[in-house]
C-alpha cells in the first residue's frame, strides 16, 4: 500500500465526460462514496464520524469481518465493499435493531448491506447528476478471506471512518468504461 495523497490533487474544473481519462480512478468518483458513506453513518450511527486513513490498495483485498460488495455498470464500472469487523459489525446492528444481537444475526448482514445500498445509493444520485450512468447489482456477501487483486486499468481506495461503534471500511475499485466514453464521444455527449 502506499499513500494516495499525491494522487488525489483536485483539478480548477472537472472535465467533461469525453475529456475523462479512462484508465484511471479520479477523485471526482470517489469523494461521492466518501461523502455518501460519512452522511449516512453519521445520520445512522447518531454521532460524527471522521475519515481516518485513505490508501490505494495494490494488492488483493484483504476481508476485514462482515462484507456486503455492490457492483457497478455502465460509464463507470467497478465495485464498492463495506466492511466492517465482526464486532463492529455487531455493535452497528445492535443499534439499528435497537436490542443487543448476537454474533451469528442475520440481521447483521442485512444491516451491512442496507448500509452499502445507502452509500451507494446517495453517492449514484450525485454521479447521475453529473451525467453519468449506471447500473447497480444488489449487494453480495463477501465470504473469502481475500478478494480480487487491482488490475492495470482499476485502482482501489481503502477508506476507513472513525464511528463511535468501531472503524467501517470502504473499499471502492473503479474504473471509466472505455466503450461508453467512446460512444459518448462519437454522440458528442
Request: aromatic content about 6%; charged content about 25%.
Amino acid at each position: 500500500m502506499k499513500s494516495s495523497s499525491m494522487f488525489w490533487a483536485k483539478t480548477a474544473r472537472s472535465p467533461t465526460l469525453r475529456e475523462r481519462e479512462p484508465n484511471s480512478m479520479k477523485m471526482e468518483l470517489i469523494q461521492p462514496f466518501i461523502n455518501a458513506a460519512d452522511a449516512v453513518l453519521s445520520q445512522g450511527l447518531q454521532g460524527s464520524t471522521k475519515v481516518g486513513n485513505l490508501t490505494m490498495e495494490e494488492d488483493a483485498y484483504r476481508r476485514k469481518g462482515v462484507a456486503g460488495m455492490i457492483a457497478l455498470t455502465g460509464d463507470i464500472e467497478g465495485r464498492i465493499i463495506l466492511d466492517l469487523e465482526p464486532q463492529t459489525a455487531v455493535k452497528v446492528a445492535s443499534h439499528y435493531a435497537g436490542a443487543d444481537l448476537p454474533e451469528s444475526d442475520g440481521l447483521i448482514k442485512e444491516t451491512i448491506f442496507e448500509l452499502a445500498n445507502q452509500v451507494v445509493g446517495n453517492a449514484i444520485s450525485a454521479l447521475n447528476d453529473q451525467g453519468f450512468h449506471f447500473r447497480v447489482h444488489p449487494p453480495l456477501l463477501l465470504t473469502a478471506q481475500e478478494g480480487d487483486k487491482t488490475s492495470e486499468d482499476t485502482e482501489a481506495l481503502m477508506i476507513s471512518f472513525e464511528t463511535s461503534l468501531g472503524i467501517v471500511f470502504m473499499n471502492v475499485a473503479l474504473r471509466y468504461n472505455r466503450r461508453r466514453l467512446a460512444d459518448h464521444a462519437a454522440v458528442g455527449a
